[in-house]
T-cell receptor, first 117, second 112 residues
């Protein structure tokens, strides 16, 4: 079975450019999560969606970051304009959430390693 | 106080050793708990869920102490392949929404 698929795997771009990260969750999963990981701050949740609807975007650093989930099989995370401090590994994860049932693990994609020069 | 705290390590142990990691969490209403494993330059992967009564999966044993808000992971007979960072993970909303809080991880290095 295909896992969570992210693209690109690596992105190097100059500051000020728009960056778009893509994610395809596991088929049948109804929740999707975007994380950012750095050495200093660890793994931070940016935003998550349930049934394509954004539930909590309080982790999005600022207005330069935006995320969309137009359908159940695709999501994007955009940074515009990008800055050097955005350099990090960005992970997408998906999960099947069943109301009333706890212990819902998340399955991660390989991540996008982003470097802003 | 951080929501999920772990000793960052590194823990350097010889093959065959038993090693234990601890984790504390701040939200007493947390209901779901996990241990994830992350290899260098790879994505986090679920190692095991942590149940109230404690649970075991081969060489790995997880324990939960709700009164002390404390989770542990014990690895017996450690292997070279166990070298990784172990992330303590807590669901703060009962797990029904899926929002997980990750600790920064404890690095384990198993030496020959």
């Amino acid at each position: 079975d295909a896992g969570v698929i992210q693209s690109p795997r690596h992105e190097v771009t100059e500051m000020g450019q728009e960056v778009t990260l893509r994610c395809k969750p596991i088929s049948g999963h109804n929740s999707l999560f975007w994380y950012r990981q750095t050495m200093m701050r660890g793994l931070e949740l940016l935003i998550y969606f349930n049934n394509n609807v954004p539930i909590d975007d309080s982790g999005m650093p600022e207005d330069r970051f935006s995320a969309k989930m137009p359908n159940a099989s695709f999501s994007t995370l955009k940074i515009q304009p990008s800055e050097p401090r955005d350099s990090a590994v960005y992970f997408c994860a998906s999960s099947l959430i069943v109301t009333g049932i706890s212990n819902q693990p998340q399955h991660f994609g390989d991540g996008t390693r982003l470097s802003i020069l | 106080r951080k929501e999920v705290e772990q000793d960052p390590g590194p823990f350097n142990v010889p093959e065959g050793a038993t090693v234990a990691f601890n984790c504390t969490y701040s939200n007493s209403a947390s209901q779901s708990f996990f241990w994830y494993r992350q290899d260098c330059r790879k994505e986090p992967k679920l190692l095991m869920s942590v149940y109230s009564s404690g649970n075991e999966d081969g060489r790995f044993t997880a324990q939960l102490n709700r009164a002390s808000q404390y989770i542990s992971l014990l690895i017996r007979d450690s292997k070279l392949s166990d070298s990784a960072t172990y992330l303590c993970v807590v669901a703060t909303d009962g797990g029904s929404q899926g929002n997980l809080i990750f600790g920064k991880g404890t690095k384990l290095s198993v030496k020959p």
